[in-house]
């Protein structure tokens, strides 16, 4: 089955042959074949196909893909966000109570709530995510969220160092999460993160779980500098991660050494998390700093019933321009290829799929890109362009998705 995607008055590809930060084209059109883009062009010159969509001129661009999100918890956190508001302080410890309604919902209630959410996800236009564990923190809760987590996410992190359990030794609990819980999630997960950060995870801690991980074949992620300065950013470095997220606390020396990470073509992203920012009132990652310095920068929710409960990429990209002062190509680029480069799912590597490849949602073909061999993933805006994200915030414009070629919005 072939589906022509036509009358797209503009295209953002991020095709780097296409040139510009986001290989935009006029008048353009695309053929879906299967859960593959098989034709990019001019719409003049666009073969036939099965199937003729004709979107009247709207913007048409790569799905979200939202590299940074926690949806395996049950439980509200309505209290704790009115307390902030109220002038109360962000503390981490606002995870132990997530963790405690997680462990005693059932697995049918978790999957449930994750169906929600990535529901509400493609509903504004993700159409790739990745998600962790973190809110289980015994063998068998890490384990289950694995599970669960794997049967929507592209991608899924293991998190058992989210936060040290109530009454539990630091130490005793690391042996733990590198030693028997990290064997049981093995199977299941296609990276692993640490929260280091000061009342979590300190840095020799955080680098034993991040060894382990990497000796496993885990790709690493690192939740750094998001309360204040701090050594996530350098070891995320040092150890080659996949990315280092959150990045709100950063000098010019570790926002450089982002930057020259990607020297040699791979390096690690610098992903930048706006609704948790503003709804924690912590300062704005510097994103235009990063960019300005050759980093490569994602954009991604961080959805979660703690720090940051929106599933709103599209309100990520307006906060990024107008708050972090990225221009819209660049916030689109990082909400896009940004977050498929993040979780390697952007086809530079073979592609990603997780150790055991059970979940039914996992990407196969690169995302992020609008070119052919690509996985089919593009939505269009109920607008002209692209700069309507954050000239016409928080209206919704999504007007049509499509994930692995199949039309789902
Ligand atoms: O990314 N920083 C640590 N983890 C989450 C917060 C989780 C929570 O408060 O429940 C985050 O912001």
């Not at 923190?137 to 109530?166: K, M, Q």
């Not at 950060?197 to 690192?222: H, P, T, W």
């Not at 990225?326 to 952007?346: F, Q, S, Y």
Request: proline share 4%; net charge negative; charged share 20%.
């Amino acid at each position: 089955m072939s589906t022509l995607v036509t009358g797209i008055g503009e295209l953002t590809t991020n095709d780097e042959a296409r040139g510009g930060t986001t290989g935009r084209m006029r008048d353009a059109a695309v053929v879906l074949e299967g859960d593959a883009i098989a034709w990019v062009g001019a719409a003049s010159d666009a073969p036939a196909a099965d199937e003729r969509v004709d979107v009247g001129g709207r913007a048409v661009l790569p799905g979200w893909v939202d590299s940074h999100t926690h949806l395996v918890f049950a439980g509200d956190r309505t209290a704790e966000f009115e307390a902030r508001m109220a002038g109360e302080p962000y503390a981490a410890g606002g995870i132990a109570t997530t963790v405690a309604a997680t462990r005693a919902a059932s697995d049918d209630a978790l999957a449930a709530n994750l169906d929600r959410l990535a529901d509400e996800l493609l509903r504004g236009g993700t159409t790739a995510f990745e998600t962790k564990t973190g809110y289980g923190l015994t063998v068998d809760d890490e384990l289950r969220s694995a599970r669960i987590a794997g049967t929507r996410a592209d991608a899924v992190t293991y998190l058992g160092a989210h936060l040290v359990p109530e009454g539990a030794d630091a130490d005793a609990y690391v042996d733990l999460v590198v030693g028997d819980m990290l064997e049981a999630v093995v199977p299941h997960v296609d990276a692993i993160d640490v929260f280091c950060e000061r009342g979590a995870f300190d840095e020799a801690q955080s680098r034993r779980v991040l060894e382990a991980g990497r000796a496993r074949g885990l790709a690493l992620r690192v939740h750094g500098n998001q309360l204040g300065p701090g050594p996530g950013v350098r070891l995320a470095v040092e150890l080659g991660a996949a990315s280092v997220d959150h990045v709100a606390f950063l000098d010019d020396d570790e926002v450089r050494m982002l930057a020259d990470t990607w020297q040699g073509g791979t390096g690690t992203v610098a992903t930048v998390l706006p609704a948790c920012d503003l709804s924690t009132r912590m300062p704005l990652a510097p994103a235009r700093r990063l960019v300005d310095a050759g980093a490569v920068v994602a954009i991604a929710t961080n959805c979660n019933p703690g720090t940051s409960y929106t599933t709103s990429m599209a309100f990520c990209v307006a906060t990024a321009v107008l708050q972090m002062g990225l221009t819209v190509e660049e916030a689109v680029r990082a909400a896009t290829l940004g977050g498929a480069v993040a979780l390697g799912l952007d086809g530079a590597k073979p592609a990603g799929g997780g150790p055991d490849a059970s979940g039914a949602g996992r990407a196969r073909l690169p995302v992020g890109r609008i070119r052919p061999g690509a996985r089919a993933d593009l939505q269009v805006l109920d607008a002209p362009s692209i700069t309507h994200l954050a000239y016409r915030p928080g209206v919704p414009l999504t007007s049509a998705v499509w994930r692995a070629g199949a039309r789902v919005v």
